[in-house]
């Protein structure tokens, strides 16, 4: 990938690659292995950046601190998700043994930079890149890496404290459920009985505006009875996300038809049974 006009382009000429000195000359038909470091575009164009790179830090510390001066907002969500690329340039395999550790570090440094530009807001984060249930489960074989991260991401969530963020716990679904042919297994429970066991209170990242299984909730009503049993006896669950996503839907614009059916059941759910602090 070249970088060019703002963007990645893939469509460029190829780097020319030389012979290091001293080791002799290529043979017209020899056969080489070159070692290197790349990035991958997925989604299209998007590409991840090296986490150890000082701009990186930068970014962040600017973005923060104008969000701080700019907006009266309660609480600040780090965006953390589906992290597709992970500890592939030398600086980070060098530095760092897994992915996991070189997330724990990192989102250590995020947490400073949040609160160094924000004593009082509350800090929320996706959990999918630290829950050994979802993204961050144990590494089995050399091939059973997350997307291109390059290894384990296992251990991640010993960067999370639970004094500073609140965990966005998505992708609820049925653990009680059969599994469907050819479907993942569903240990979304698992997951939040995980965090509630490390100290950290939760949102859900409930309702999404489509769901492409079978068995998923068509309705607002129907989606919170479901996610309101999923959080049944956890301890610090605080609230529940009505969560769009633009792109599943076919005219690419999120639903929000669904979200007042949603929030009055929740609440319904919660005075039952005196959960009356929950947010919706």
């Given at each position: 990938?070249?970088?060019?006009?703002?963007?990645?382009?893939?469509?460029?000429?190829?780097?020319?690659?030389?012979?290091?000195m001293?080791?002799?000359?290529?043979?017209?038909?020899?056969?080489?292995?070159?070692?290197?470091?790349?990035?991958?575009?997925?989604?299209?164009?998007?590409?991840?950046?090296?986490?150890?790179?000082?701009?990186?830090?930068?970014?962040?510390?600017?973005?923060?601190?104008?969000?701080s001066?700019?907006?009266?907002?309660?609480?600040?969500?780090?965006n953390?998700?589906?992290?597709?690329?992970?500890?592939?340039?030398?600086?980070?395999?060098?530095?760092?043994k897994?992915?996991?550790?070189?997330?724990?570090?990192?989102?250590?440094?995020?947490?400073?930079?949040?609160?160094?530009?924000?004593?009082?807001?509350r800090?929320?984060?996706?959990?999918?890149?630290?829950?050994?249930f979802?993204?961050?489960?144990?590494?089995?074989?050399?091939?059973?890496?997350?997307?291109?991260?390059n290894?384990s991401?296992?251990?991640?969530?010993?960067?999370?404290?639970?004094?500073?963020?609140?965990?966005?716990?998505?992708?609820?679904?049925?653990?009680?459920?059969?599994?469907?042919?050819?479907?993942?297994?569903?240990?979304?429970?698992?997951?939040?009985?995980?965090?509630?066991?490390?100290?950290?209170?939760?949102?859900?990242?409930?309702?999404?505006?489509?769901?492409?299984?079978?068995?998923?909730?068509?309705?607002?009503?129907?989606?919170?009875?479901?996610?309101h049993?999923?959080?049944?006896?956890?301890?610090?669950?605080?609230?529940?996300?009505?969560?769009?996503?633009?792109?599943?839907?076919?005219?690419?614009?999120?639903?929000?038809?669904?979200?007042?059916d949603?929030?009055?059941?929740?609440?319904?759910?919660?005075?039952?049974?005196?959960?009356t602090?929950?947010?919706?």
């Amino acid at each position: 990938l070249v970088f060019s006009g703002g963007s990645f382009d893939t469509a460029h000429a190829a780097p020319v690659i030389g012979v290091p000195m001293g080791r002799g000359r290529l043979r017209p038909g020899q056969r080489l292995r070159i070692d290197y470091f790349a990035v991958s575009p997925v989604f299209g164009s998007a590409v991840a950046s090296c986490l150890t790179h000082p701009g990186v830090a930068e970014y962040m510390q600017q973005s923060i601190a104008a969000l701080s001066r700019n907006y009266p907002w309660a609480g600040f969500l780090l965006n953390y998700d589906e992290i597709r690329q992970l500890r592939n340039d030398a600086d980070e395999t060098s530095g760092f043994k897994s992915p996991g550790q070189l997330l724990a570090w990192h989102v250590k440094l995020a947490t400073r930079i949040a609160r160094a530009a924000s004593a009082s807001a509350r800090l929320y984060i996706w959990d999918d890149m630290f829950n050994p249930f979802h993204n961050a489960a144990p590494q089995r074989s050399e091939t059973d890496a997350y997307f291109l991260a390059n290894g384990s991401l296992e251990g991640s969530w010993s960067g999370l404290d639970p004094a500073e963020l609140v965990m966005m716990t998505w992708g609820p679904c049925d653990e009680d459920a059969p599994i469907p042919s050819g479907g993942d297994v569903c240990r979304y429970r698992s997951g939040l009985r995980f965090f509630a066991g490390h100290g950290f209170r939760q949102v859900v990242g409930g309702y999404y505006d489509f769901s492409p299984c079978a068995g998923c909730p068509r309705n607002g009503t129907a989606a919170a009875e479901r996610e309101h049993r999923f959080t049944s006896g956890i301890p610090g669950v605080d609230g529940f996300m009505y969560t769009t996503w633009a792109s599943n839907n076919a005219d690419h614009r999120p639903d929000y038809s669904q979200m007042c059916d949603y929030a009055r059941t929740l609440r319904a759910l919660a005075s039952a049974d005196e959960r009356t602090e929950l947010q919706v």
